[in-house]
């Protein structure tokens, strides 16, 4: 029996966020499921999607000398042709595939990845669509591309922890790569939230703030402004680069979380630069984090609004629902506990592999 064969190429591949685990799981589902995996890449990532995803392949994927840096035609045609799946995350060029399926897989809804002209058209009559959340299947819906949604998942770790009796420490997370361009995770604006929050209210002079995420060479002077904004103050932490498993341990003993992607954007204008879902809010609130995320975007559709964590729209905001909700433990127990089902029920392994097998393998 012929080996089935499924490739990707994603040129933001290096980034190894968390768009970058969610079509990476899509493959592993593949890989399961009997499929021999290729990713054109000019180096092998194997190790790095242990390290930094959590994602072991078994066996391990294919590298493949990228195809896409030229535009030889024949090449591309001749090479993809053997392929029963292609997914390709788009930059904002298209190019004929002659893969038996084709798949762009949609993280970003920016409207120049999306330029749907008469060439680009015939370019991708065999592609489908598939996004990454409801958000990014709306706002490509308003620009005539249909998709279906394949939510991520959550790795067991996370659900499968019970946050009962977890001893939470007066610590407030925020997780997210250190970077400006596209949508920032706006560490500089959390900065100043944090000093602003203890500056007026006493009850949390005693938190700390620590900011965790990974840091690429080109972003490096970011951080150095985040390290001159922050000065003496030992109570703000950078943490770059951390493993999965201290990233783990620090969902674990923090007990609020904040995200401000998307903060003094509009929405309307901008999509692209708000949080296009939101992992980390969701890994949070599946470690007893109470998170608070700004109103926009992809955590429009986990947050509900009271019940499993809290939405702002402004600092004044975000400071008030603070208050209200270290008063009161009651509250933020059922918080901790509805967040924890709701992600548990929603965003578990089970539902991701259906859903997989309904949209790419039509099971």
Same mark, same amino acid.
Request: with cysteine; charged share 25%.
């Given at each position: 029996?012929?080996?089935?064969?499924?490739?990707?190429?994603?040129?933001?591949?290096?980034?190894?966020?968390?768009?970058?685990?969610?079509?990476?799981?899509?493959?592993?589902?593949?890989?399961?499921?009997?499929?021999?995996?290729?990713?054109?890449?000019?180096?092998?990532?194997?190790?790095?999607?242990?390290?930094?995803?959590?994602?072991? !392949?078994?066996?391990?994927?294919?590298?493949?000398?990228?195809?896409?840096?030229?535009?030889?035609?024949?090449?591309?045609?001749?090479?993809?042709?053997?392929?029963?799946?292609?997914?390709?995350?788009?930059?904002?060029?298209?190019?004929?595939?002659?893969?038996?399926?084709?798949?762009?897989?949609?993280?970003?809804?920016?409207?120049?990845?999306?330029?749907?002209?008469?060439?680009?058209?015939?370019?991708?009559?065999?592609?489908? !669509?598939?996004?990454?959340?409801?958000?990014?299947?709306?706002?490509?819906?308003?620009?005539?591309?249909?998709?279906?949604?394949?939510?991520?998942?959550?790795?067991?770790?996370?659900?499968?922890?019970?946050?009962?009796?977890?001893?939470?420490?007066?610590?407030?997370?925020?997780?997210?790569?250190?970077?400006?361009?596209?949508?920032?995770?706006?560490?500089?604006?959390?900065?100043?939230? !944090?000093?602003?929050?203890?500056?007026?209210?006493?009850?949390?002079?005693?938190?700390?703030?620590?900011?965790?995420?990974?840091?690429?060479?080109?972003?490096?002077?970011?951080?150095?402004?985040?390290?001159?904004?922050?000065?003496?103050?030992?109570?703000?932490?950078?943490?770059?680069?951390?493993?999965?498993?201290?990233?783990?341990?620090?969902?674990?003993?923090?007990?609020?979380?904040?995200?401000?992607?998307?903060?003094?954007?509009?929405?309307?204008?901008?999509?692209?630069?708000?949080?296009?879902?939101?992992?980390?809010?969701?890994?949070?609130?599946?470690?007893?984090?109470?998170? !608070?995320?700004?109103?926009?975007?992809?955590?429009?559709?986990?947050?509900?609004?009271?019940?499993?964590?809290?939405?702002?729209?402004?600092?004044?905001?975000?400071?008030?629902?603070?208050?209200?909700?270290?008063?009161?433990?009651?509250?933020?127990?059922?918080?901790?506990?509805?967040?924890?089902?709701?992600?548990?029920?929603?965003?578990?392994?089970?539902?991701?592999?259906?859903?997989?097998?309904?949209?790419?393998?039509?099971?």
């Amino acid at each position: 029996m012929k080996k089935r064969n499924a490739a990707l190429y994603d040129p933001y591949l290096d980034v190894l966020g968390g768009g970058e685990k969610h079509i990476l799981s899509i493959l592993k589902i593949l890989q399961d499921e009997g499929y021999e995996i290729t990713i054109f890449w000019d180096k092998d990532l194997n190790k790095s999607f242990d390290t930094n995803l959590n994602l072991k !392949f078994d066996p391990q994927i294919k590298f493949q000398k990228n195809i896409f840096k030229s535009g030889n035609f024949l090449n591309k045609a001749f090479t993809l042709n053997r392929f029963d799946i292609f997914f390709y995350v788009t930059d904002g060029s298209y190019f004929f595939s002659t893969a038996k399926n084709n798949y762009v897989f949609s993280m970003v809804p920016k409207k120049n990845l999306y330029e749907m002209n008469t060439v680009n058209r015939l370019k991708t009559l065999n592609y489908k !669509f598939i996004a990454n959340s409801q958000f990014t299947h709306d706002w490509l819906k308003r620009w005539k591309i249909n998709s279906q949604v394949i939510y991520p998942f959550l790795d067991e770790d996370y659900l499968n922890l019970s946050i009962n009796n977890i001893p939470k420490e007066k610590i407030i997370l925020s997780v997210g790569r250190f970077f400006k361009h596209l949508h920032s995770k706006k560490q500089d604006v959390i900065i100043n939230a !944090f000093r602003s929050l203890k500056h007026d209210n006493p009850k949390f002079k005693d938190y700390k703030l620590i900011l965790a995420g990974g840091l690429k060479q080109e972003d490096k002077n970011y951080l150095k402004e985040l390290e001159n904004i922050i000065g003496h103050d030992d109570s703000i932490i950078l943490k770059t680069n951390i493993s999965h498993t201290e990233l783990f341990d620090l969902y674990k003993k923090s007990l609020i979380y904040w995200h401000f992607t998307g903060h003094m954007v509009n929405e309307e204008i901008n999509p692209h630069l708000v949080e296009h879902l939101g992992i980390t809010p969701m890994e949070a609130m599946s470690m007893g984090c109470i998170t !608070f995320c700004f109103n926009a975007g992809g955590p429009k559709e986990i947050i509900n609004e009271g019940k499993n964590g809290f939405l702002f729209n402004d600092l004044n905001e975000l400071e008030n629902k603070m208050n209200e909700v270290i008063e009161n433990k009651i509250l933020m127990s059922d918080i901790q506990k509805n967040a924890k089902d709701f992600i548990k029920s929603k965003f578990n392994y089970s539902i991701f592999k259906e859903k997989v097998k309904e949209v790419v393998l039509k099971i």
